[in-house]
């Protein structure tokens, strides 16, 4: 069993940055793609972005595109999530997720029911 471990949520004003870690201890981490979604209060769940285990691929939702970056550092098992110039309509609670099979693609946004791994989440609030 895959456990993912979300960190790095809190308060922030708006305008402000943070950067939010998922972190896995499966030893094969690394050959699995990750990504981030959200979910604010009585919404649906937002995809965000994925990246594939090489660092080669990247695949973001339009929205997201400029102000949230996804990385990740293999050697440490974590993916990282910055997000810049937060709004107070960003204040979710965002999750990381993970897949062995499913690659950086449009299935991320349109077929997360496909996605094998998900983490607890993390609270963001964002003060106007």
């Known amino acids: 069993q895959v456990q993912l471990v979300e960190s790095g949520g809190g308060l922030v004003q708006a305008g402000g940055s943070l950067r939010l870690s998922c972190k896995t201890s499966r030893r094969t981490f690394d050959m699995w793609t990750v990504g981030w979604f959200r979910q604010a209060p009585g919404k649906e769940r937002e995809f965000l972005g994925a990246i594939s285990w090489s660092r080669n691929t990247t695949y973001y939702a339009d929205f997201a595109k400029g102000r949230f970056t996804v990385s990740r550092d293999n050697a440490k098992d974590t993916v990282y999530l910055q997000m810049n110039s937060l709004k107070p309509e960003d204040t979710a609670v965002y999750s990381c997720?993970?897949?062995?099979?499913?690659?950086?693609?449009?299935?991320?946004?349109?077929?997360?029911?496909?996605?094998?791994?998900w983490g607890q989440g993390t609270q963001v609030t964002v003060a106007s």
């Open positions: 997720a993970a897949d062995a099979a499913l690659l950086p693609s449009r299935p991320w946004a349109t077929r997360s029911d496909m996605i094998s791994y």
